[in-house]
């Protein structure tokens, strides 16, 4: 099972920052309830495992977890480094609260942390313009100097225009709350139906549109396909059961909806960069017997 950690983050600390080097990674994949910015550096080579998201990692990292039950970790893969920094910042869910983040000068943060649900990655260009101010938030004594510092970094990476969404919807369980009224029902009958056969007409009507209309409505909204968005949905829910069950592979692929074992080896690898077995092998490798 996925360990569950309990932080150090008092009930009387808006944050817990820590400051390590080491040689290697070897916490297992876990989750908590807080939300974490964790910056990694010098450690090209390793993996990142954030909900079905795994990807290898340059010298530089950071990324933003923002679901409470969204499994992590950072592990060793190809990582050769002796010399890994690691600066993890966690803070509540409530530090902000949601009458906050719906006045206008926090808008843009609350936008970044619905998006970081489902874990957010920055590219090396953002992390080159935070890095002193990351620099400075860690090394000020003043508590509440870090606090203001690290509003301000928020701030900063929330108006980023180039960070990526990690983890898939239905593997991470999180809704977008920004959608429209339209796209969000939906999506809910989407993932509501994903064992079953999903049919165009049957969702335009759903909607009061015509099936050529609700095409272009979906991707005008979401940028995807439907029928993308439906794979990815699958896939999401097929890396959830290889994560979660005991099923085979063949078992998973037939009850998330696919029709062919090859079809839905071939795209899992392409979508994820694994092939179901050696996602569900890297998890177990990453797990911690409870």
Not at 81 to 94: D, H
Not at 140 to 165: G, K, P
């Amino acid at each position: 099972m996925v360990l569950n950690e309990i932080t150090p983050l008092s009930e009387k600390d808006c944050l817990y920052i820590i400051d390590r080097q080491k040689n290697e990674f070897t916490y297992p994949v876990h989750c908590h309830n807080e939300l974490e910015l964790n910056f990694v550096e010098n450690a090209a080579g390793a993996q990142r495992i954030v909900g079905d998201s795994v990807e290898t990692i340059g010298n530089l990292d950071l990324v933003l977890i923002g679901g409470k039950n969204l499994e992590h970790t950072w592990s060793q893969g190809e990582c050769s480094s002796s010399i890994i920094r690691e600066i993890t910042i966690q803070f509540p869910a409530g530090l902000l609260s949601p009458e906050l983040l719906g006045k206008t000068q926090f808008s843009a943060i609350g936008t970044m942390l619905q998006r970081a649900e489902h874990g957010l990655a920055f590219s090396s260009t953002t992390i080159f313009r935070v890095y002193a101010r990351l620099e400075q938030l860690v090394r000020d004594e003043d508590r509440f100097h870090q606090y203001l510092m690290f509003l301000s970094l928020l701030n900063e990476l929330a108006h980023s225009t180039d960070s990526r969404v990690l983890a898939s919807s239905s593997f991470a369980h999180a809704v977008d709350d920004s959608d429209s009224r339209r796209i969000r029902k939906i999506k809910n009958y989407i993932n509501d139906h994903l064992t079953e056969p999903l049919r165009q007409p049957d969702m335009a009507a759903l909607v009061d549109m015509s099936p050529s209309a609700f095409s272009a409505f979906f991707k005008m909204h979401t940028g995807r396909t439907l029928s993308d968005y439906i794979i990815d949905a699958k896939l999401g829910l097929a890396g959830r059961l290889l994560v979660d069950s005991n099923k085979t592979i063949a078992e998973i692929c037939y009850e998330c909806g696919f029709n062919n074992l090859s079809n839905f080896n071939r795209l899992f690898k392409a979508k994820r960069g694994y092939t179901p077995r050696d996602f569900r092998t890297l998890y177990k490798k990453n797990k911690i017997l409870v």
